[in-house]
C-alpha cells in the first residue's frame, strides 16, 4: 500500500504562483510513476503531468510552459511549480502514484485562481 500526502495548495490572483507537494509512504517501488491530476467542478478528471522514476515529464498540452513537475527519489516525493495560473487552472489537485496495475491517489488539494 502506498499512501500520498498533498500540500501546498491555496488561494493566488491570475499571474501568480504556487508550489504544490506531495511525499509518498508505503511500499514504494523504485520503478513507479507519480503525477498530478485535477479536477474542476462538473468536469472530468485531467491529467496535469507525470513523471516516472527514471525517464522525462510528460505534461498536458494546456499547461506546457508554465508547470513543472520535479522529483525527490531519495526522498519519495513529488512537486508541481505553477506559474502563471489562470482562472481556468482553478480546481483540486490529486497526486497520483502507479505502478503497474496498482494506483494510488492523494486526497486532493484545492487551487483557486481568482482576484
Known amino acids: 500500500q502506498v499512501q500520498l500526502v498533498e500540500s501546498g495548495g491555496g488561494l493566488v490572483q491570475p499571474g501568480g504562483s504556487l508550489r504544490l507537494s506531495c511525499a509518498a509512504s508505503g511500499s514504494i517501488s523504485v520503478n513507479n510513476v507519480m503525477g498530478w491530476y485535477r479536477q474542476a467542478p462538473g468536469k472530468q478528471r485531467e491529467l496535469v503531468a507525470v513523471m516516472a522514476s527514471n525517464g522525462s515529464p510528460n505534461y498536458a498540452d494546456l499547461v506546457k510552459g508554465r508547470f513543472t513537475i520535479s522529483r525527490d527519489n531519495a526522498k519519495n516525493t513529488v512537486h508541481l511549480q505553477m506559474n502563471s495560473l489562470k482562472p481556468e487552472d482553478t480546481a483540486v489537485y490529486y497526486c497520483?502514484?502507479?505502478?503497474?496495475?496498482?494506483?494510488?491517489w492523494g486526497q486532493g488539494t484545492q487551487v483557486t485562481v481568482s482576484s
Open positions: 497520483s502514484y502507479r505502478l503497474r496495475v496498482y494506483e494510488s
